[in-house]
Every structure is written in C-alpha cells, then in structure tokens.
C-alpha cells in the first residue's frame, strides 16, 4: 500500500459507563493514495498524553509514513520503532504507533477484501461469550447489585467488576465490604454466572491484605482477580498466586512486546490483559498472543473505549487460541451506538465475527468531526 494522507482527532465524550466523566481518546484517519480509508486508535485517554500523541502522528510518523511510498504495515511497524528507540521503549509514543498500525490493518484487510481475523490465520472462534466489564460506582450496595443483575437480564453470562471507581461506591476501598459484595452478588445471580474482579490502580491493598480479601471474595467463585497489587509489584503477585487458587490477570499497563514477555516470564499472570490502542497495535498484539501460547496463559482484549478499539480488538480475540471471553461497555454509549454503523452488541450473550472487511466497521465520520476537540 502507498499512503496519501492521514488525520489524527482527540475526541471527548461523557461516559455513563464512568459515572458520566468525560474521557478522551485519539482516532486516526489514513488514507491510501488509491482511496482506500483505516481507521485506528490510540487510547491515551489523559488529555495532555492525548495532545502528546497527536502530534507524534501529526509531526513526525504521518509524513514519515507518506515519503516511504510503498510500504507494508510490518514495514510501517519495524520503521516506527526504528526511528523512535530512543524513546519508544514504552511510553506515549506507543500510542501513536498503536493506532496507526490498526488503521494500516484495517487498510490491509478490506484491499484483501477479507475481515482481519482471516489475515491472522482465520477466526479460532465463531463467537465469543460477552463479559459486561462494568465499573462499580452506586452509592449501596443494592444498587451495585441489582446493576449487575440488569446485566444478566440483557443476556451477559459474565461480568467484570471494576473496583475504586469514579462515583459514591465504596467498593475497592474497604476490603470487608467487597467480600460482602461479592458474596451477596453470588447469593443474588446464582451459580451459572462469572464473576471477575478488576480491582485495578484506585485499590490499595498490601499483601496481607490482597491475600486475605481474594481468599474470602474467592469463596463465592471468581473468574479472575485483576491488578490486586501495583502491576510492577511482582513478589506480591507472587505470594498471592502461592497463597490462592484464583487465576491472576495483569499486564493492561505494559507498553511493548518485550515487557510483556518478561512480565509473562515471571509465572505471575495467568490472564495477560492487552490493549491493542497502546501496546504496539494490532501487530504488537499478535506477538504477545503467541508468547502466551508458548506458556499456556490466557489473553483478554482491553476494550473499553470507542467502537474502533472494540472492533480491533474482537478481530484480535476471535484469532487468538488464547481468548475465552471479549468485554463490553454494559451502558450504552455514543462513541460504541453512534460512531460506527456496525455497532458491536451481544446477543444470547454472545459476540460474533462481523462480516465486512477489515476491522468490519464503517465509521460515521460525522460523529467523529462533531466530538473532536
Ligand atoms: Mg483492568
């Protein structure tokens, strides 16, 4: 393919998902000289790290890519990192690369005329069970359940629950209380329904701490337990690992596909989250999925930002042996229901392989125009 424009937009738009807080994001347009249009993200959602990636797109990887003339998207990737070792080993560059190579990808599997998941060695699966990746953020705990049993209703088999989040839920920040919520959760949904913990950055546990709680919340099933502890506390991961037979999920801040192999290397995760809008794309993604088969560990696609991520990454998890669920924002949002024409839903609790080529979506450029800042 030869490239012959590209534009970058940061977009905000308020989130019901996150308690209405108005998160960010980066979308980028590339267009070859032959007409052919992809569409990629960046998710630096921090404005000044959103603002950061724009301009390495705009200044420096955007002509780069235009003056290479033909070029292929590992072309692109390789030359990317190339130019930015100084700097790029982790950091807001890999945003910048990130979305560039996805909206490349997209290009590559509509000139194929295929969707992308056949480009990476066809769909290992036809559908995959949908998980409300839900953050917890009512003020009772009634509330928070009756949120996750809205949930079922509409047909999720799966939530994650993300803990310490915006809004006036004291979930994540007081350990008795998540054991109770989880255990009235469980009393409240039944057996027959996953339940995983995210407890994520805002949670403060130390170890004795984290072993305890997990043990506890444990004892009404959880699928995972998501970054109990700071993701570089590596000796904390593993004493929890030693201490309770509950699958451990990290890896959603690592930059690049080196970091990702050491982290896996550690024995410490068994479910490696990754978000192809920051860890070195769709190609990045790819590379990590193939280290996780080699050692038997489970890959969860980070989706929770625009319909451009989701797309990306169900492409990604319907390919990989290695996925077993693919997450969705439970509340409806604009930048899911209004920015692309195929919006991504469960249905019957699943989530099946789009049709169209590419990334299989049509972006409403419109939308994207009236949100940029
Ligand atoms: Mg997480």
Known sequence: MRIGAIRSFVIGYPDPNDH?????????????????????????????????????????FAPMLIEAGEI??????????????????????????????????????????????ELFGGA??????????????????????????????????ICKLGFAKRGPSSVGRDPEGDIRFIHELRAAVGPDFEIIVDAGNGVKWDRATGIDTVRRMAESGIGWIEEPFYPTQIEDYRALKDAVDVPIGSGEREWTV????????????????????????????????????????????????????????????????????FELKPVPVIVQ???????????????????GP???ITVNEELVNRLAL
């Open 72 to 117: 292929t998207v590992r072309g692109a990737w390789d030359m990317f990192r190339a130019h930015t070792w100084w700097y790029g080993e982790g950091g807001i560059v890999n945003f910048a690369y990130s979305a560039l190579d996805m909206a490349l990808w997209d290009i590559e599997g509509k000139l194929a005329g295929k969707p992308l998941y």
């Open 20 to 60: 209405f807080s108005r998160r960010m994001t980066v979308l980028v347009r590339v267009e070859t000289t032959d007409g052919a249009v992809g569409w990629g993200e960046g998710i630096a959602m921090w404005q000044e790290a959103c603002w950061a990636t724009k301009l390495i797109v705009d200044g420096t």
């Open 258 to 325: 080196s970091n990702y192999k050491r982290l896996i290397e550690t024995g410490t995760v068994d479910v490696i989250g990754i978000d192809p809008a920051r860890a070195e794309g769709m190609t990045g993604f790819r590379m990590v999925d193939e280290i996780c088969s080699k050692h038997g560990v489970t890959i969860n696609a980070h989706a929770w930002s625009t319909a451009i991520l989701s797309a990306a990454s169900l492409q990604l998890s319907l390919a990989s042996p290695n996925a077993r669920l």
């Open 337 to 355: 229901t209004d920015l692309v024409e195929e919006p991504i839903v469960q249905r019957g609790g699943m989530v099946s392989a789009p049709a």
């Open 124 to 157: 290992r699966h036809k559908s995959l069970p949908a998980s409300a990746a839900n953050h917890v953020n009512k003020a009772t705990l009634e509330q928070n359940v009756a949120d996750v049993m809205g949930f079922k209703e509409q047909g999720f088999t």
């Open 358 to 360: 590419g990334l299989g």
